[in-house]
T-cell receptor, first 114, second 110 residues
Framework: GAGVSQSPSNKVTEKGKDVELRCDPI?????LYWYRQSLGQGLEFLIY????????KSGLPSDRFSAERTGGSVSTLTIQRTQQEDSAVYLC????????????FGPGTRLTVT | GENVEQHPSTLSVQEGDSAVIKCTYS??????FPWYKQELGKRPQLIID?????GEKKDQRIAVTLNKTAKHFSLHITETQPEDSAVYFC?????????FGAGTRLTVKP
């Protein structure tokens, strides 16, 4: 079956511009996570959504980052006024629910801010 | 919140040897500990997990141990093969919040 998909796969943007990254989770998965992975680094938690509950935004690095999940399915991560330090791979994952369920990762979006 | 530390950051072993990666966590309420493998340029994938009600779990050449008292857990890979070369991430879940370690880059030399 279809896995988690993300778009675009690559995004190059100029410093100061806004970008939107999209994640399509596996159908039926109620939990959705966003992570950031800088080159050669670990997975930095950004935000997660569980069903219709308010998202846990505790990992967002600044107020330039925001995310929404419409209809409990597709999610969009928005970065406003991008900075060079935002350059990284942004990974989305989904699971049946939060907690003790395997997370299935998407292929990621490689963001480069020039 | 939960804090997960992972060691070593890099590990190089000879094919056939064993590899051990260790993680510690801070939140005693954590009850689920998955391990993910990320091959170069690919997405992380779950390889094994353990819940807090058991101390050890094994799947072929891979095993994970958990010490809840000491708040640490380890990944053991025996008879390593070149295809085991990847970055391995541990994670700990607490109150529906999953936090990952920084990763270990394992290189298996043929």
């Amino acid at each position: 079956g279809a896995g988690v998909s993300q778009s675009p796969s690559n995004k190059v943007t100029e410093k100061g511009k806004d970008v939107e990254l999209r994640c399509d989770p596996i159908s039926g998965h109620t939990a959705l996570y966003w992570y950031r992975q800088s080159l050669g680094q670990g997975l930095e938690f950004l935000i997660y959504f569980q069903g219709n509950s308010a998202p846990d935004k505790s990992g967002l690095p600044s107020d330039r980052f925001s995310a929404e999940r419409t209809g409990g399915s597709v999610s969009t991560l928005t970065i406003q006024r991008t900075q060079q330090e935002d350059s990284a791979v942004y990974l989305c994952a989904s699971s049946l629910a939060t907690g003790t369920y395997e997370q299935y990762f998407g292929p990621g979006t490689r963001l480069t801010v020039t | 919140g939960e804090n997960v530390e992972q060691h070593p950051s890099t590990l190089s072993v000879q094919e056939g040897d064993s590899a051990v990666i260790k993680c510690t966590y801070s939140d005693s309420a954590s009850n689920y500990f998955p391990w993910y493998k990320q091959e170069l340029g690919k997405r992380p994938q779950l390889i094994i997990d353990i819940r807090s009600n058991v101390g050890e779990k094994k799947d072929q050449r891979i095993a994970v141990t958990l010490n809840k008292t000491a708040k640490h857990f380890s990944l053991h890979i025996t008879e390593t093969q070149p295809e085991d070369s990847a970055v391995y991430f541990c994670a700990a879940e607490s109150n529906n919040d999953m936090r990952f370690g920084a990763g270990t880059r394992l290189t298996v030399k043929p």
